[in-house]
């Protein structure tokens, strides 16, 4: 079939394909600079496929099509929007000067993830402002940077989860060619790009999908708004129009990983599910490219068929975001047990999340109000992605506020022990690793000023379970973005540098003596000892003894070399509480064996023991 979209042809001229069974009729409209337009008629398949060759076209023509001589509108499968997502569609080319031909990609249990909000990470807001410290992320460990949703949405200022118009990279970031240089550059440090794109909903505002096709249900509901048509008539072209946009971003633009938002928004009862359909054609393009692809699936449903292979009767994801292993860290980190909170015991479940996966693997949920989850202990570690802050997280408080102003300087080093030396695939939300203090509220610019006051209302109704008496910032104003972009020169002082320099060594210590993410079932031991708050962590698929403990309290822990289960002497690696990283100091010896006893762990502090020597 014909690629959705504008596509230039060798002979100098372009063919355009646009699915639009809904309108009789579909004329192009190229618009020239001087103000002149042309029409083209185009003609119709027998499916509502429109088409039209047209020549002396270029990149950067400027076109739009006009629906049964009513109105015109940008292309459904734009690649660009140099005006904004109400303005018409430019033409783009696909001859990047790509340097990355060597380039096959990170193997997931390598995967070392920074998420980043492109608009607030750095002083430009754009694509190219992330690369200048593309070095510094490198130098600290990261392996991939995951790139919150870019696709064209209303205004200059939005999270990304209201984009319009799925295959354009958002006009005001740079659009494809400023994600292509940034992809690029990416690669060139050895660094991956994950992409977080939304299958589940289409923004409010300059949202026409509709005028050209049956693209959504009435039968399912999102909590954003009407849901994608996955499983009813006319669906097969939708889902090929969201596959496509899959495959586009993997192979024009050189991403390594899509993430997927919200899957369990997704509702899709044919007996192929459209994530099945997807993750079957990516793996194959992926195949053909040479390169390792992702999918990361968000689901907050506890369902093992979501990462299990297709031939096994699965989805055939990579990996999934575990907001289980979040919501027991944070428990354990605060104390707080308001909202979703509420659900979760704390050390025991992260003990549990460590050991197993999944914390709700089938018992009663009192915030769901009923059973929830299946058993994932033979799913292998590799297959979650784990956070102690990410966007949702962070940005769904009130004030959205981050850890760095609600824990302690030693909180937070024995979080940041908690994701990195996991077995899981971790993930740092931008700033995490230097404590940035500056907050991530949810923020948007839209032009209507209903849609404006009616996303007001939603925030403060979603923050109802949390019993914040509070307001919360306006979602609008353009103080609530400002408020949110990062200061990169905390990295310099101090606490804030010892605090990434704690970060650069765990991130040492999880690639050379843990070997990355586990690929195992099973093989991670994660117990409570000192009968309180401590957690002792082990993986029996490393060569040699890696103990990890973990005291997630205000007292010292004492434990005995018995309960260290240890088959011979240790070293220790890291002790958060060293005054090297300004902590108070560390009581336990260089050298651990059965003449220490106990060792001491102070309040707050991680500790990791191997059979080598420090390195």
């Known amino acids: ?33 001087d103000g002149s337009v042309l029409r083209f008629p185009m003609q119709q398949d027998p499916s509502g496929y429109w088409d039209a060759l047209v020549p002396d ?40 000067g790509w340097t990355d031909a060597a380039w096959e990609g990170v193997p997931l249990e390598r995967y070392i993830i920074y998420e980043l909000h492109v608009g607030t990470f750095s002083e430009q807001g754009t694509f190219e402002g992330v690369i200048p410290h593309l070095g510094r992320l490198r130098d600290l460990g990261i392996t991939a940077i995951e790139l919150m949703p870019i696709a064209e949405f209303s205004g200059a200022r939005n999270w990304g989860y209201d984009g319009v118009l799925p295959y354009a990279a958002q006009s005001t970031y740079g659009g494809p060619e400023g994600l292509c240089r940034l992809v690029d550059a990416s690669h060139a440090r050895g660094i991956a790009v994950v992409l977080d794109v939304v299958y589940n909903h289409i923004g409010p505002e300059h949202n026409h999908l509709n005028d050209f096709a049956p693209y959504f249900t009435a039968t399912y509901r999102t909590p954003w708004g009407a849901a994608i048509n996955l499983d009813g ?53 992926a195949h053909e490219l040479r390169r390792s692809v992702y999918l990361i699936a968000e689901s907050d449903l506890n369902a093992p068929r979501m990462v299990q292979p297709c031939e096994r009767g699965g989805y055939g994801m990579d990996a999934q975001w575990m907001d289980d292993f979040h ?12 909202g979703y909170y509420q659900a979760y015991n704390g050390v025991r479940d992260l003990a549990k999340s460590l050991r197993e996966g999944y914390v709700y693997t089938g018992q009663y949920s009192p915030v769901r109000l009923r059973r929830h989850g299946r058993d994932s202990q033979e799913l292998p570690p590799v297959c979650f992605v784990v956070s102690a802050q990410n966007h949702d997280q962070v940005g769904n408080r009130l004030a959205g506020d981050r850890l760095t102003t609600v824990l302690t300087q030693e909180q937070l080093k024995v979080a940041a022990a908690a994701v990195l030396l996991s077995p899981f695939v971790p993930m740092l939300f931008m700033g995490e690793e230097y404590g940035e203090r500056a907050p991530f509220p949810y923020f948007v610019s839209h032009t209507d000023e209903l849609l404006v006051e009616a996303v007001r209302t939603g925030r403060r109704n979603e923050f109802a379970d949390f019993d914040w008496q509070a307001e919360p910032p306006d979602p609008q104003s353009e103080a609530t973005f400002l408020s949110a972009l990062l200061d990169h020169s905390l990295v310099e002082q101090r606490p804030h540098a010892s605090l990434h320099a704690f970060y650069r060594e765990l991130i040492r210590i999880r690639t050379h003596l843990l070997n990355g993410a586990c690929s195992t079932p099973g093989a991670v031991r994660a117990d409570i000892v000192d009968q309180r708050s401590c957690i002792r962590m082990q993986r029996t698929d490393l060569v ?40 108070p100091g560390s009581a336990i010896p260089v050298t651990v064996d059965h003449t220490v006893q106990p060792i001491e762990l102070a309040p707050w502090s991680a500790v990791v023991l191997a059979e080598s020597e420090a390195q």
Not at 16 to 31: C, M
Not at 235 to 260: G, K, P, Q, S
Not at 327 to 338: I, K, N, P
């Open 1 to 33: 079939m014909k690629p959705l979209g504008a596509r230039l042809l060798k002979d100098g001229g372009a063919e355009f394909v646009v699915w639009a069974p809904t309108p009789a009729k579909v004329e192009l409209q190229i618009l020239h600079r």
């Open 57 to 96: 076209v270029r990149a950067g023509t400027r076109y739009n099509f006009l629906l049964s001589d009513s109105h015109a509108l940008p292309d459904p499968a734009s690649r660009h929007q140099p005006g904004g997502a109400a303005g018409p569609s430019a033409v783009t080319s696909s001859d990047f």
């Open 233 to 285: 008539p006319r669906c097969d072209d939708v889902r090929r129009y969201f596959i496509e946009n899959a495959l586009y971003w993997i192979t024009d633009c050189h991403i390594d990983a899509l993430r997927l938002d919200a899957v369990h928004a997704m509702l899709d009862l044919s007996s192929l599910h459209f994530l099945e359909e997807l993750s079957t054609s990516v793996h194959q393009r």
């Open 327 to 338: 919501h027991a860290l944070h428990v354990a980190l605060t104390g707080e047990q308001r």
């Open 544 to 583: 040699g003894d890696v103990i990890v403990l973990m005291n997630l309290g205000e007292d010292v822990a004492r434990i005995s070399f018995a309960d260290l289960a240890s088959r011979g002497t240790l070293h220790k690696q890291l002790d958060s509480a060293d005054a090297r990283w300004d902590g």
